[in-house]
């Protein structure tokens, strides 16, 4: 049973239009979420976190939103560029646990030029 | 060092083989994870400990695998009987205190088993 979910595997936009990354989660425990980028043959990157008492997270052109009753998360990314192209993974963790995160499967993020 | 350092990068081990797989953490990380990554899918739960103490093993698959931390500094994994479905990238992450989630992974090891 995947308790994150990221039911895009594959995502395009063009360099300067904004990139909307989604992801979906069941495990109501689960009070901190991350998203990690990912480059081939590197281990994955923190990239930003969103605490569940917040709705919104900002750091320079990543924003990521929260929707607790839906409990659904999305990363957005203005403007793309070419040089955020990678798997972009969201992820999961619950107070109390031993800091183990739940993640999704991933999304492959490509920017064109 | 500068980063999580893991070692070998790539293993291939014969069906039955036992393999060790070696994870040097940023310099005084208190925190330090194993995860196994399968194709195709995100990384998962293995293993954490603080410092020497292995306080969660609830993700290891079976009793062949096994991790240590001796020192609270470099961990190691150990697989013993490999089996193809072992087959993964397994990455090892640090995290300077235990509340932190923002840990930083090394660049894994790619284990191949034939």
């Known amino acids: 049973d995947q308790q994150v979910k990221q039911n895009s595997p594959s995502l395009s936009v063009q360099e300067g239009r904004i990139s909307i990354l989604n992801c979906d989660y069941t495990?109501?425990?689960?009070?901190?979420f991350l998203w990690y980028k990912k480059y081939p043959a590197e281990g994955p990157t923190f990239l930003i976190s969103i605490s569940s008492i917040k709705d919104k997270n900002e750091d320079g052109r990543f924003t990521v939103f929260l929707n607790k009753s839906a409990k659904h998360l999305s990363l957005h990314i203005v403007p793309s560029q070419p040089g955020d192209s990678a798997v972009y993974f969201c992820a999961a963790g619950g107070s109390g646990s031993a800091r183990q995160l739940t993640f999704g499967s991933g999304t492959q993020l490509t920017v064109l030029p | 060092g500068a980063g999580v350092s893991q070692s070998p990068r790539y293993k291939v081990a014969k069906r039955g083989q036992d393999v060790a797989l070696r994870c040097d953490p940023i310099?005084?990380?208190?925190?330090l994870f194993w995860y196994q990554q399968a194709l195709g899918q995100g990384p998962e739960f293995l293993t954490y400990?603080?410092?020497?103490?292995?306080?969660?093993k609830s993700g290891l698959p079976s009793d062949r695998f096994f991790a240590e931390r001796p020192e609270g500094s470099v961990s190691t994994l150990k697989i013993q009987r490999t089996q193809q479905e072992d087959s993964a990238v397994y990455l090892c992450a640090s995290s300077i205190t235990q509340a932190n989630y923002g840990y930083t992974f090394g660049s894994g090891t790619r284990l191949t088993v034939v």
């Open positions: 495990n109501s425990m689960f009070d901190y």
């Open positions: 400990f603080q410092n020497e103490a292995q306080l969660d």
């Open positions: 310099s005084g990380h208190v925190s």
